[in-house]
């Protein structure tokens, strides 16, 4: 896929190609479909980061609470998304032990119930045992801390999300 592909697309073409770069958050694609002409791979997506940074305090919570939580119900019933199926997949989150699947089922709760959204960690650049240590550090923050780590967390996932598809292949796993 080329810039001139990118720019020349409809807004039911750019929503259908781009609508999962933020996790179930078409919105913000939808809203930077009128920006185009974008310049450059790094324009389109300073510009999806520049409206995440514009948002309130609640639309930024709300960005963190699309995406579902790592190995949890979403998992077992068969409902992520394909990008979420294979992120958790390449972290080994899919093939976790009864044990690990109840501690960081019980990791999840904690962290949801101090936080009042789930954990998001790039979970291409990680993996299970790495996830579940960030957890367990991560509980430790305040909320506005924690807020920013996941914000920063849903960039790198966005940025690997437009580069696969730009570059029509897989990146590394681990950066």
Not at 8 to 33: H, K
Not at 41 to 50: G, S, W
Not at 149 to 163: P, Q, T
Request: some cysteine; proline content about 3%.
């Amino acid at each position: 896929m080329d810039l001139n592909t990118i720019n020349s697309m409809s807004y039911e073409q750019f929503l259908d190609t781009f609508g999962n770069i933020i996790e179930r958050c078409p919105l913000v694609t939808a809203a930077i479909w009128s920006q185009q002409p974008f310049a450059s791979v790094t324009e389109l997506e300073n510009r999806v980061f520049d409206f995440i940074e514009s948002l309130p305090l609640a639309g930024k919570e709300g960005i963190l609470r699309c995406h579902p939580d790592l190995a949890g119900r979403d998992l077992m019933r068969g409902t992520l998304t394909d990008e979420s199926q294979n992120e958790q997949a390449q972290a080994g989150l899919t093939l976790l032990s009864a044990k690990e699947k109840e501690t960081l089922g019980f990791l999840n709760l904690q962290y949801k119930a101090k936080f009042g959204f789930p954990f998001v960690i790039c979970a291409k650049m990680s993996d299970k045992n790495k996830i579940m240590q960030e957890l367990g550090s991560r509980l430790q923050n305040e909320q506005s801390e924690e807020l920013q780590k996941g914000i920063a967390e849903v960039k790198k996932i966005c940025h690997l999300r437009i580069c696969d598809l730009f570059l029509n292949e897989k990146l590394p796993t681990k950066l």
